[in-house]
């Protein structure tokens, strides 16, 4: 889903620049801000031990020991963007260990008030039962237009571990989203705004025909209702584009089936620190059952990580390309760049058009392993570059005019064996771009 609005997953404080901002001088205030609140909070966290009969499950299971260890961390949540303004908030986000001193489920209340959308109240929570099961939820509501519902599920526990199960069930509305136009030359100029509002699911099965090669299948279903957004101040999508210029801006609804092929490597699904990856799919949506177009989608990722001086060191790379081919295609099922998974120097969903070529490459540098919060951390820094492009066709795209650049760096605290929590700071031509979260970008 897009994640513009601010969830419970934002665990560190987080600013998103205005353009007009330099970002060298943005970028040292957030680095003090970090510093700061990390030594503030080493004296207001604290850690509890507390009966498992205190704690039923699913916050614990079989896997904690009696009492349960319980870290509290409470955080600010700031965040500011020159169309949302400034949203300010708190969460306490409470860590849980089993036995083996792991953190097994995270669990984050929060508050937020934003001038646009009012007060917000969410519960985000992510279970990891055991190695090879775990489901995350999030329940948020605002007083104006942003809500937001999902609860995602993973299984690797049956047939021996060969079968692995994925599952996705969402509903939310997005009252920031933005539309700019077609075409990587999209101008600001063209700046729209819009409530993104969906229900749906996604799920797949895949099965591991050898060691490092498995055949994916997945069924996703997706209804998109278009509304009003939350941002007066910026025209509403449908008063400067018709349903004729961009297919979608009145609403769809998509059933889609896919089949991929993947390879892998990797050392860690989550957290991998060498190896290599590869993916094909091929995706269908078709009117027969039940999409507003017929369409299809052709997708190709490789990412490698390479690590040095025991893993204090890791290169990663990824090249990625997507396709879409149909006509009347919606504009938000075709291929999109910008944001925090993709070019990090620009807003979500800056750049639309039929395909996209992207490149991403960061080496990820453990600076120190530190127990903070009763909790082991390694604290990373992660220097990046992320070049790309969206174009009708790759044959049809302009080297010199079309792809954007832009570095950037990231600040990276990772509680293995699945948390990370991160701020990747982008600059690309419209300003820097500051993100926040949970998970690797990549």
């Keep these: ?132 099961r775990s489901w995350e939820v999030n329940l948020s509501r605002s007083e104006k237009v942003n809500e937001d519902y999902e609860i995602k599920l993973r299984d690797t526990t049956m047939l021996g571990g060969k079968l692995e199960l994925n599952a996705f069930l969402f509903r939310f509305t997005d009252g920031f989203s933005r539309f700019f136009g077609f075409q990587s030359q999209s101008t600001q100029l063209n700046e729209t705004n819009y409530g993104d509002g969906e229900g749906g699911f996604t799920f797949s099965a895949g099965y591991a025909v050898t060691k490092n090669i498995q055949v994916v299948i997945g069924e996703r279903f997706r209804d998109v209702a278009i509304r009003s957004g939350a941002v ?116 979500r969903n800056r750049f639309i058009d039929r395909s996209y070529l992207l490149l991403n490459m960061e080496e990820r540098i453990r600076l120190l392993r530190w127990r903070l919060f009763n909790v082991n951390t390694d604290w990373e820094a992660a220097p990046f570059i992320d070049f790309g492009s969206v174009m009708k066709s790759l044959a049809r795209a302009n080297a010199t005019k079309d792809f954007k650049f832009n570095p950037g760096v990231g600040f990276r605290a990772v509680v293995r064996p699945n948390i990370v929590g991160r701020v990747d700071l982008g600059f690309g031509r419209e300003g820097p771009a500051v993100f926040v979260g949970l998970g690797y970008p990549f």
Excluded at 49 to 64: A, E, G, H, I, Y
Excluded at 286 to 305: C, M, N, P, Q, V
């Design 1 to 132: 889903m897009n994640s513009d609005t601010i969830s419970a997953s934002d665990l560190i404080v987080g600013v998103q620049s205005p353009a007009g901002i330099s970002g060298v001088g943005q970028g040292g205030v957030i680095n003090h801000a970090i510093i700061l609140l990390i030594l503030l909070l080493s004296m207001v966290s604290c850690t509890s031990m507390v009966p498992r009969k205190d704690l039923p499950p699913p916050l614990t299971n079989d896997t904690f020991a009696d009492p349960v260890k319980v870290v509290s961390i409470p955080l600010p949540a700031i965040a500011s963007s020159p169309n949302e303004g400034i949203t300010y908030g708190a969460l306490t986000a409470f860590l849980l260990h089993n036995r083996n001193d792991e953190v097994s489920t995270l669990l984050a209340p929060q508050i937020n008030d934003n001038p646009n959308i009012g007060t917000t109240l969410t519960l985000y929570g992510a279970f990891y039962p055991s190695h090879d």
């Design 232 to 347: 007066k101040k910026v025209p509403f999508i449908r008063d400067r584009f018709t349903e004729e210029e961009i297919p979608g801006i009145e609403g769809f609804t998509t059933h889609a089936q896919k089949v991929a092929l993947v390879y892998s490597t990797l050392d860690s699904r989550d957290m991998p620190t060498s190896g290599m990856y590869a993916r094909l799919s091929l995706e269908g949506s078709w009117k027969s059952l039940g999409s507003s177009a017929d369409f299809s989608h052709y997708e190709a990722e490789i990412k490698g990580y390479l690590p040095a001086l025991e893993s204090r060191f890791i290169s990663v790379g990824r090249v990625a390309y997507f396709q879409t081919e149909g006509s009347d295609v919606p504009f938000l099922e075709r291929a999109i760049l910008g944001g925090e998974n993709s070019l990090r120097g620009y807003g």
